[in-house]
Nanobody, 122 residues
Framework: VQLQASGGGLVQAGGSLRLSCAAS????????MGWFRQAPEKEREFVSA????????YYADSVKGRFTISRDNAKNTVYLQMNSLKSEDTAVYYC????????????????WGQGTLVTVSS
């Protein structure tokens, strides 16, 4: 199983980026996929999750109203649209898969991508 995250980069505060996470090696039709992030010298934190089958979504309070998670079943890909970016959104963003329920706990996700760096300049 591989999760390939992409789409990170440098953006000014107030700008937007869209992250992608392409899954290969198996399908995750009965599980939840999520995005986490880790800023320098901070612990990894939950950002958002989506149920692969129904498309139900779940967000951390810090990104609610600014970020949107979605999935494309045909492409086996999950996206994270990030708008109104702030300097505190600067982090390495990781996609994760394989959880059986909505959870902000990273230990509940079985598979992880390599991470993509998002830098927001103020």
């Amino acid at each position: 199983v591989q999760l390939q995250a992409s789409g990170g980069g440098l953006v000014q505060a107030g700008g937007s980026l869209r992250l992608s996470c392409a899954a290969s090696g198996r399908t995750f039709s009965s599980s939840v996929m999520g995005w986490f992030r880790q800023a320098p010298e901070k612990e990894r934190e939950f950002v958002s999750a989506i149920s692969w089958r129904a498309g139900n979504t779940y967000y951390a309070d810090s990104v609610k109203g600014r970020f949107t998670i979605s999935r494309d079943n045909a492409k086996n890909t999950v996206y994270l649209q990030m708008n109104s970016l702030k300097s505190e959104d600067t982090a390495v963003y990781y996609c994760a898969a394989g959880s059986r329920w909505f959870t902000p706990n990273s230990s509940d996700y079985a598979y992880w991508g390599q991470g993509t760096l998002v830098t927001v300049s103020s």
